[in-house]
Each structure stands twice: as C-alpha cells, then as structure tokens.
C-alpha cells in the first residue's frame, strides 16, 4: 500500500495543495494538485473561512495518510508571516481532528530534498517536482508546485509504509527521533 501525502504551501491569498501518492520503492504518482484563493479585499475571517473550507474539502475528498505543511518563519513583510501563520494554524488543525501525522519543514529542507541544493529557486523546484512525478511540465502556479515538493520531501523523510489502520508507519528510528524532539521541548518549556 501507497503513503498518500499533502502538503500545504500555506498562504492567504493563495494556498497551494499538492497530494500524492509514494510508494515503497520512493516512486511518487501525483493524485491532485491546485491552489485555494481568497478574495485580497474580503475581511480576514471571510478569507479564513475560505481557505479552510478548501484545505477540508481536499481532506475529505483525496483522504491522505500524512499532511506537510511549510514551516512559517519570519520575514519582512509582518501581515504576510501572519497570514501564513493564520492558514497554517487552519491546515494544522484541520489534520489534527483527522488524527493525521503533520510534518514541518522549512524551504530550504524541501528544496535540498528535492534537488539536492538547499537555495534552488522556484523554477528548478517546479521542474524537478515535473521530473519525479513523471509530468511533460512543471505544475502551476509555483504554490501548488511548492505544496507538491513539500509532500514529496515528507513522504521521503517518514516513509512510505501505512500501517493497516490507514495510518503513516514509522521506523524505529523515526519513533527515537520523535520522542527526543518531545523530550527537548519539555525541558525548554518555560516554567509556570
């Protein structure tokens, strides 16, 4: 059995959506792809609203094993980090009531991951997204192309086993690495 995988390239105006299929042997078949929209001049609930009712119409509709999502980090521009933050909290929590693995991972580790340079710019991710989902050409817009590099750069990090239930399977090693993440955490958590 195939590891289904979307990733979430998490923004306001437009959110990309990538889903796709890994197997065992790390060959990946793209299921589905596209970008969510919301309206630049609506109230920032509507948006909200809009691009949450999307992220759980591709939950519901494609029933992946294991979400990516792109790591927010800081930029310039303080309403964009927000926003991306915003839909991010949406795509997490949406995986969450489906008691779904998320994985975080920064551009910079879906770009080493999928063509082996950590700076790679958007169009050599975009072709080599083409080249290893077997597509004539890059996905568009470069949203989607990003959420579809995220999804293989976490089906590639966890795996693609499923265990019976449905669920991401996890190597021992992956378990080790996850319960020392946990355990640091613990131990910089502030105090109350």
Not at 49 to 61: N, Y
Not at 170 to 184: H, K, N
Request: some cysteine.
């Amino acid at each position: 059995m195939s590891l289904r995988v979307l990733g979430i390239d998490p923004g306001l105006t437009r959110c990309g959506i990538g889903v796709i299929d890994v197997a065992s042997n790390r060959e990946a078949q793209l299921v589905h792809f596209g970008v969510l929209r919301s309206e630049a001049n609506a109230e920032i609930e509507a948006r909200l609203l809009t691009i949450s009712r999307g992220i759980e119409d591709v939950l519901d509709t494609h029933a992946p094993h294991a979400v990516a999502v792109e790591r927010v980090f800081a930029q310039h521009n303080l309403r964009t980090v927000m926003g991306t933050a915003q839909v991010s909290g949406i795509a997490l929590a949406a995986a969450a009531r489906r008691g779904l693995r998320v994985g975080h991972h920064t551009p910079s580790e879906v770009k080493a991951a999928i063509t082996g340079y950590g700076s790679a710019d958007k169009k050599q991710v975009a072709t080599m997204v083409a080249r290893v989902l077997r597509l004539e050409s890059p996905p568009t817009p470069a949203d989607a192309a990003d959420a579809l590099a995220l999804a293989l750069c976490h089906a590639w990090r966890i795996g693609s086993r499923v265990t019976p239930a449905g669920t991401a399977a996890e190597t021992p090693a992956q378990r080790a690495w996850q319960d020392a993440e946990r355990a640091s955490r613990k131990r910089s958590a502030p105090r109350a």
